[in-house]
């Protein structure tokens, strides 16, 4: 499944941003103004069928621009699932400790009841971090088994309380924090390929806008008048150079939070098992 933002006139094209004190945003053109190819998650129809509360809001301090969202919707499910979540579902009485950390790239702790399905956070989920999300830790839901878990990247649905566990669940335990830094990992390996094609594309687009500057510039020196076209070609050239910068600058944020959020995962890791 792919989800775009619009250029339509009136419509956002960036989630907007809860600052502390602000109310929440209601649901507004931003959750309609997505197109996608019909999908195969079972989740993702159950979401996309309820009602619209709110719009996903993002913390201040993300600043993240429309391209980023495009990479991180477009390559990996569990983002769309976590931004529906979002939209549909009802904030924690009690935050999860990810939340409460100020981790995560959405404002608001929120959760859909429903059984058959994750229980974790649109946060926590968001990225592939469901399998660390500690709602159930605090009673708010009550555990159910989900068929094909894996899905949606092994996310933990019988609980985190792993001191008491018998062996079999601290494996299982592990297994599905493994699987989602797996996941991780090789969304990373995505995002890399991704930012090296942009960087590639600039390189491209800076050495074309040289030429063009170069042709005019040689028009120019020798008395010759500038030509049109020529004048055409260094505006576009100009032009592919911004717009490919800008791609690199958004790919390179995307694999940089990707990062940040395996760093994260592998020390919970560290911290938990050792």
């Given at each position: 499944?792919?989800?775009?933002?619009?250029?339509?006139?009136?419509?956002?094209?960036?989630?907007?941003?809860?600052?502390?004190?602000?109310?929440?945003?209601?649901?507004?053109?931003?959750?309609?103004?997505?197109?996608?190819e019909?999908?195969?998650?079972?989740?993702?129809?159950?979401?996309?069928?309820?009602?619209k509360?709110?719009?996903?809001?993002?913390?201040?301090?993300?600043?993240?621009?429309?391209?980023?969202?495009?990479e991180?919707?477009?390559?990996?499910?569990?983002?769309?699932?976590?931004?529906?979540?979002q939209?549909?579902?009802?904030?924690?009485?009690?935050?999860?400790?990810?939340?409460?950390?100020?981790?995560?790239?959405?404002?608001?702790?929120?959760?859909?009841?429903?059984?058959?399905?994750?229980?974790?956070?649109?946060?926590?989920?968001?990225?592939?971090?469901?399998?660390?999300?500690?709602?159930?830790?605090?009673?708010?839901?009550?555990?159910?088994?989900?068929?094909?878990?894996?899905?949606?990247?092994?996310?933990?649905?019988?609980?985190?309380?792993?001191?008491?566990?018998?062996?079999?669940?601290?494996r299982?335990?592990?297994?599905?924090?493994?699987?989602?830094?797996?996941?991780?990992?090789?969304?990373l390996?995505?995002l890399?390929?991704?930012?090296?094609?942009?960087?590639?594309?600039?390189?491209?687009?800076?050495?074309?806008?040289?030429?063009a500057?170069?042709?005019?510039?040689s028009?120019?020196?020798?008395?010759?008048?500038?030509?049109?076209?020529?004048?055409?070609?260094?505006?576009?050239?100009?032009?592919a150079?911004?717009r490919?910068a800008?791609?690199?600058?958004s790919?390179?944020?995307?694999?940089?939070?990707?990062?940040?959020?395996?760093?994260?995962?592998?020390?919970?890791?560290?911290?938990?098992?050792?």
């Amino acid at each position: 499944m792919r989800m775009y933002f619009h250029s339509i006139p009136g419509i956002p094209s960036s989630l907007p941003i809860l600052k502390i004190g602000d109310p929440v945003p209601e649901a507004g053109p931003w959750s309609v103004a997505k197109e996608g190819e019909l999908v195969k998650s079972g989740f993702l129809k159950f979401l996309m069928g309820q009602e619209k509360k709110r719009e996903p809001v993002v913390r201040s301090t993300m600043g993240l621009e429309p391209e980023r969202w495009n990479e991180d919707l477009g390559s990996n499910i569990q983002n769309v699932g976590a931004l529906f979540i979002q939209m549909v579902g009802r904030e924690a009485s009690v935050r999860c400790d990810h939340c409460l950390a100020g981790r995560g790239i959405f404002a608001l702790c929120v959760v859909v009841d429903e059984p058959g399905f994750p229980q974790c956070c649109g946060n926590c989920m968001y990225g592939g971090k469901g399998a660390k999300c500690t709602i159930l830790q605090h009673g708010q839901t009550q555990p159910v088994s989900v068929p094909n878990a894996g899905v949606y990247g092994g996310v933990a649905t019988t609980g985190m309380q792993t001191s008491a566990a018998p062996a079999a669940r601290l494996r299982a335990d592990i297994t599905a924090s493994l699987d989602s830094v797996i996941i991780q990992l090789q969304q990373l390996s995505t995002l890399q390929e991704r930012q090296a094609t942009a960087v590639a594309d600039h390189q491209c687009a800076v050495e074309s806008a040289s030429s063009a500057l170069q042709a005019v510039q040689s028009r120019v020196g020798q008395s010759l008048p500038v030509r049109y076209n020529d004048v055409v070609r260094v505006r576009n050239s100009i032009q592919a150079t911004t717009r490919t910068a800008s791609r690199v600058k958004s790919t390179s944020e995307a694999v940089a939070f990707q990062q940040d959020g395996i760093k994260e995962d592998v020390e919970d890791l560290r911290v938990r098992y050792a």
